[in-house]
T-cell receptor, first 111, second 114 residues
Framework: DAKTTQPPSMDCAEGRAANLPCNHS???????VYWYRQIHSQGPQYIIH???NNETNEMASLIITEDRKSSTLILPHATLRDTAVYYC????????????FGTGTRLQVTL | DTGVSQDPRHKITKRGQNVTFRCDPI?????LYWYRQTLGQGPEFLTY????????KSRLLSDRFSAERPKGSFSTLEIQRTEQGDSAMYLC????????????FGSGTRLTVV
């Protein structure tokens, strides 16, 4: 699985968009980009995933560059409840592939 | 289904004792995963099952660790002769075999070895 690089921490004001970057320069053509988050003392929660095209769901948007070497997770209107560690993971095709977590980005949403 | 359930939520044990954790996945999910997470680190893969077959084990899973998933339903993770280094959060997740729906994780079992 390709390795990912994320900033260790970020701050965001409540109500503003949170943009979390991820570099995955060694991603293979059949590997997806997955985002999970982990709120303190809970298990990780799936947010979104994508292959090439930008994706949006009720939680977030995922923007993947054309060369697929980096991506950005966007939380459009961050709330205090979005304070968590966000993990960017690159994994093979389909849900069944093993996920390899890094240390993620700790997002702190403040008033 | 209300999600992936893990039991117990917390376990404190003395070094050298055996412990067993249980995971009940989402019933329609074919795959079940065990991860371990220590403070400040992301979850580390331990093993996974497809139905009742254990298909992969990490080298982190020493001989003291054993996992089962009888009949492809719930799973247990046993640690024999616990050591202080086994103190961690043990996370279970489940997923469909095909399609891209992501993993669903449980809330984990926090093990403290004293």
């Amino acid at each position: 699985d390709a390795k990912t690089t994320q900033p260790p921490s970020m701050d965001c004001a409540e109500g503003r968009a949170a943009n979390l970057p991820c570099n995955h320069s060694t991603i293979s053509g059949n590997e997806y980009v997955y985002w999970y988050r982990q709120i303190h003392s809970q298990g990780p929660q799936y947010i979104i995933h994508g292959l090439k095209n930008n994706e949006t769901n009720e939680m977030a948007s995922l923007i993947i560059t054309e060369d697929r070497k980096s991506s950005t997770l966007i939380l459009p209107h961050a709330t205090l409840r979005d304070t968590a560690v966000y993990y960017c993971i690159v994994a093979g095709t389909g849900t069944a592939s093993k996920l390899t977590f890094g240390t993620g980005t700790r997002l702190q949403v403040t008033l | 289904d209300t999600g992936v359930s893990q039991d117990p939520r917390h376990k404190i044990t003395k070094r050298g004792q055996n412990v067993t954790f249980r995971c009940d996945p989402i019933s329609e999910h074919n795959r079940l995963y065990w991860y371990r997470q220590t403070l400040g680190q992301g979850p580390e893969f331990l093993t996974y099952f497809q139905n009742e077959a254990q298909l992969e084990k990490s080298r982190l899973l020493s001989d003291r660790f054993s996992a089962e998933r009888p009949k492809g339903s719930f799973s247990t993770l046993e640690i024999q002769r616990t050591e202080q280094g086994d103190s961690a959060m043990y996370l279970c997740a489940s997923s469909y075999l095909t399609g891209n729906y992501g993993y669903t994780f449980g809330s984990g079992t926090r093990l403290t070895v004293v």
